[in-house]
């Protein structure tokens, strides 16, 4: 069993920042990846982000590239999520999962909100 939970999450304005942290605990040692996903109301979940803990490669979905971060702190089962230049189009919930895609998730956060608006 893993669990995951998300935090950091909050209302923003256009432009604005927040940083999004997923914390695990259980068996994570069976898992390489994290991976970020998001939906959006009437939308499907995306593929955000996702980063490999054991060496840090990452990848990032088009949209986000140059304004996101993904990133992870091993000793504290942490991944991070930095966001940056927020707009309208990025509002979701933000969940974190033990897979870079949905198919192979084995486990999924419970979702932090995001909300970008003046």
């Known amino acids: 069993q893993v669990q995951l939970v998300e935090s950091g999450g909050g209302m923003v304005q256009p432009g604005g920042s927040l940083r999004l942290s997923c914390a695990a605990s259980g068996v994570t040692l069976d898992y390489d990846t994290i991976g970020w996903f998001r939906q959006a109301p009437g939308k499907e979940r995306e593929g955000v982000s996702c980063?490999?803990?054991?060496?840090?490669?990452?990848s990032y979905v088009d949209s986000v590239k140059g304004r996101f971060t993904i990133s992870r702190d091993n000793a504290k089962n942490t991944v991070y999520l930095q966001m940056n230049s927020l707009s309208p189009e990025d509002m979701a919930v933000y969940y974190c999962a033990t897979d870079c895609d949905t198919w192979a998730v084995d486990y999924w956060g419970k979702g932090t909100l995001v909300t970008v608006s003046s």
């Open positions: 980063i490999n803990i054991r060496d840090g490669t990452t």
